[in-house]
């Protein structure tokens, strides 16, 4: 209703307001970021209803890890799972987003900011729609990933994290799993100096403090991705998330 009067305003000269309509028009108006005068547009079809739907609760599920950390790989056998007992996710790989969505970022510090902060945003959408969001990205910084939660304003946001072995200073082990696995070649590359500001040679990883699920290796062993794909699906369940809305 309140939409429909600004489009009306907008469609006729100012002077036709009166003063309440104008005062009106002012307490919708703001200012977001760069964005001024702007209308937030109230949709008839909300959040609670999408989920009824769907019969599942909207959610992030962020992983962070290093490269070669097995992110992907989680992300994909979730989404299997989750396919297969009927719920609807969505997976947002930085690998894959920075084909599209974010192909005007690099690898400098404030270009990983924006990435983490626009797969922030592009989640809270897909949850908001009522989607299982899996949300795969090194997402190195800790205060970025913390920007992400505080985003997502109720209790949907599930970090997961992922390294190689717990008994070690994590930063180490993890480092030298992915590096033994390089299925990319990329840190092959990064120790030749060929790619400069790798995350975990020449870039900073600040692993989580307050993750929900750790995913890390058992006597030198990584879980296989379909364990993998369990621990995070029973939290899920555990959550509420798959229950019937
Ligand atoms: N400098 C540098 N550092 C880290 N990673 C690099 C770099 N250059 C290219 N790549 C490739 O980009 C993938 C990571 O993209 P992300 O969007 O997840 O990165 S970030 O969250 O913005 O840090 C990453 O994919 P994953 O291996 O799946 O993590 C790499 O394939
Ligand atoms: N649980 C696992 N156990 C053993 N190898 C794994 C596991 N998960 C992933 N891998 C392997 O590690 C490599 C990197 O996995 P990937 O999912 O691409 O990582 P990331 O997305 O973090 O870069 C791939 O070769 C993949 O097959």
Known sequence: MGTGYVIAWQAMPPAACTVAEEGRINSLMSTVGKSTNIFWHECPVGKLERQKLLNQKGCVVWITGLSGAGKSTLACSVGRELHT???????????????????DLGFKAEDRVENIRRVGEVGKLFADAGLICIASL????????????????????IEARLFGDASYVFMNIPLEVCEKRDAKGLYKLARAGKIKGFTGIDDPYEPPMNCEIEIQQKDGVCPTPSAMAGQVVSYLEEKGFLEDQ
């Open 85 to 103: 007992r009927g719920k609807l996710s969505y997976i947002l790989d930085g690998d894959n987003l920075r084909h599209g969505l974010n192909k």
């Open 138 to 157: 090194i997402s190195p910084y800790r205060r970025d990933r913390d920007a992400c939660r505080s985003m997502l304003t109720d209790s949907n946001f």
